[in-house]
Structure formats: structure tokens, C-alpha cells
């Protein structure tokens, strides 16, 4: 198992969107529904953000969306705020009762 | 709402054995529907899942670990715990436990733990 690939870093001006892109495999990404986003503020501990590809917990604001195409997952946050930034993390399901996290990228608000 | 915290040594040496509890609150560990994992991150690096478990004791182990590793379950403590033998500086890390949400799969992490920060060294 290789982790997911990421941008290290992607940055944006408040109300702006950024996506963050999360690549994988046809063994874990490409295979399974089943990508999901944290977020981890600096010392503190990773907050899920989606599940299954595009489902947000209750509470997180609808201004954080996720998708899938092919290998490839996507985070997008619009109108991006202060408190958006933060470390973005992508993990998916590999099979086989595993799983494999992204290596994480850095989110700057301008 | 289930809360989770991490306990164990914050130093251990090269070649010994790592021993971390999670202590479970707010709900029973012995629900059905609960899974219970463990996930490191390395200083300035990724998140990596270690295992999971669910109260049964039936173990999911990530594959680069697995020789070293064993996760454990004690129902009448509310405790889940990791034992990862043969440390090296390789593994000096954040230490987090967590819940999946749901089953196994889709391999969902729901709640963390504060993390605990282990180092290897002599």
C-alpha cells in the first residue's frame, strides 16, 4: 500500500474555493466509493469532514463538497474563510479490511 | 457522544515493545456497531492507519505492520489496546485512537482521541 498523493500546499483569498486533489489507485480510489476528508488544525487532532466520496457529518458546512472521478478524489472548499486553513488529509478503503491515508496538504487563506 | 483518550509511555527504547491503551467514554465498547482503530503521524508527516478492532476481537491489521503488531480489546475496562514490538526511531510519532463510523468498511473515522506523542530513542 503507497499512500494517496496530494498537493503539498494549494492557497486561496477569503470567498474564494480551492480544491484539493487526493490520487490514488484502481486497487483503493479507483475501486471503491470510499474516500473520505479530515481536516487537522496545527497540535490538534483530525476532524472528518466527508465520507463515501461526498457526504458531509452533521455539522460540517455545505461549503466543503467532495467527488471522484476515476483515480482521482477531490476536496473543494468555497468561500474559503480564516479558519479553513488548515492540513487536509484523503483516506480510502484498499481492500481487504485496509486502509490508506493521503499525504496531506497544507491549505493557506491569503 | 463517545470520547476517546490515549494513555501509555512517551519514551520507549529501540527494540523494546510499545504498549498504548484507549480509554473509551460517553458509550459502551462493546456495541455491535462500533469499530475501533488506531492511526500515527509522524512528526511533520501523513496520517497512517496502524489497525482496528472490533469488540469481538476480530483484528484488521495494515499489512506493513502486521509482524509487529497486535491490537487487543478489554470489554470490562472499556479499553482498547496496541502492542507494536521491535521499535525503531522509524516509529516515533503521534499516536491517535479513534472510532470508525459504522463498519469496518468503508474505513471511516469518526471521533479521535487528544493523541498521545510516543519517541523512540535510547
Known amino acids: 500500500q503507497s499512500a494517496l498523493t496530494q498537493p503539498r500546499s494549494v492557497s486561496g483569498s477569503p470567498g474564494q474555493s480551492v480544491t484539493i486533489s487526493c490520487t490514488g489507485t484502481s486497487s483503493d480510489v479507483g475501486d471503491y466509493n470510499y474516500v473520505s476528508w479530515y481536516q487537522q488544525h496545527p497540535g490538534k487532532a483530525p476532524k472528518l469532514m466527508i465520507y463515501d466520496v461526498s457526504k458531509r457529518p452533521s455539522g460540517v458546512p455545505d461549503r466543503f463538497s467532495g467527488s471522484k472521478s476515476g483515480n482521482t478524489a477531490s476536496l473543494a472548499i468555497s468561500g474559503l474563510q480564516a479558519e479553513d486553513e488548515a492540513d487536509y488529509y484523503c483516506c480510502s478503503y484498499a481492500g481487504s479490511y485496509t486502509g490508506v491515508f493521503g499525504t496531506g496538504t497544507k491549505v493557506t487563506v491569503l | 457522544q463517545l470520547q476517546l483518550q490515549e494513555s501509555g509511555p512517551g519514551l520507549v527504547k529501540p527494540s523494546e515493545t510499545l504498549s498504548l491503551t484507549c480509554t473509551v467514554s460517553g458509550g459502551s465498547i462493546s456495541s455491535s456497531s462500533h469499530y475501533w482503530g488506531w492511526i500515527r503521524q509522524s512528526p511533520g508527516k501523513g496520517l497512517e492507519w496502524i489497525g482496528s478492532?472490533?469488540?469481538?476481537?476480530?483484528?484488521y491489521y495494515n499489512p506493513s505492520l502486521k509482524s509487529r503488531l497486535t491490537i487487543s480489546v478489554d470489554t470490562s475496562k472499556n479499553q482498547f489496546s496496541l502492542n507494536l514490538n521491535s521499535m525503531t526511531a522509524a516509529d516515533t510519532a503521534v499516536y491517535y485512537c479513534?472510532?470508525?463510523?459504522?463498519?469496518?468498511?468503508?474505513?471511516?473515522?469518526?471521533?479521535w482521541g487528544q493523541g498521545t506523542l510516543v519517541t523512540v530513542s535510547s
Open positions: 478492532i472490533h469488540y469481538s476481537g476480530s483484528t
Open positions: 479513534a472510532t470508525h463510523r459504522g463498519d469496518i468498511v468503508p474505513m471511516v473515522f469518526a471521533n
